[in-house]
């Protein structure tokens, strides 16, 4: 068991700095963003084009990769959405059960299907270098690669939590407490 929490440990790791790499992206994005919507209306005023539709597709872009980035650092800290209406309830041993078999019958089979699913169009974007529709477009294939990446890196998480609440059940280990609190660093 040990060695599986070891490996746990490097998923929390990575998923943790790609998490905290996208916090960052999201910063980014509001000064895109920012200067996008002020850029339009100065321009208005001015008779002038401030923007291109490359910065207007940089910031949907950045909103893509903070999303798909986002999504494994989110399980790793309990921060994603979820509809608790009796779970709180429960001890925390039939918690770690639920979360387990949840983990196991939901999360990793739907990430191998998107993972199948994507490679496709990733691979077809990349072979014909998919470029926007758009003049002065952004190119589409490096945007579509995280997400076959993202869905690997939610995979991965899920396993991890899996482990961990293995470990939990089995009295190897604490209570797994992930739960994310607003000034978690």
């Not at 060695?3 to 992206?25: H, K, Q, V, Y």
Request: hydrophobic fraction near 50%; charged fraction near 15%; proline fraction near 6%.
């Amino acid at each position: 068991m040990q060695p599986l929490l070891s490996i746990a440990s490097r998923i929390d790791r990575l998923n943790e700095r790609i998490g905290r790499f996208a916090c960052w992206l999201t910063f980014l994005m509001v000064l895109v963003g920012s200067y996008n919507a002020i850029a339009r209306y100065a321009g208005r005023a001015w008779g002038m084009n401030l923007t291109s539709n490359a910065l207007l597709e940089t910031q949907w872009y950045l909103f893509s990769a903070v999303f798909l980035l986002g999504a494994a650092y989110a399980l790793r800290h309990n921060a994603h959405v979820r509809v608790d209406v009796m779970f709180g309830r429960f001890t925390p041993r039939t918690q770690a059960w639920i979360e387990l078999v949840g983990t196991l019958a939901f999360l990793v089979p739907f990430c191998v299907i998107m993972l199948w699913v994507s490679w496709a169009p990733v691979r077809n974007s990349w072979m014909i270098l998919e470029m926007s529709p758009d003049p002065g477009g952004l190119p589409r294939y490096p945007i579509k690669s995280l997400i076959p990446l993202a869905f690997l890196l939610l995979l991965l998480q899920g396993l991890s939590d899996a482990v961990k609440r293995w470990a939990f059940l089995k009295g190897r280990t604490r209570l797994p407490t992930d739960t994310y609190q607003p000034g978690d660093s």
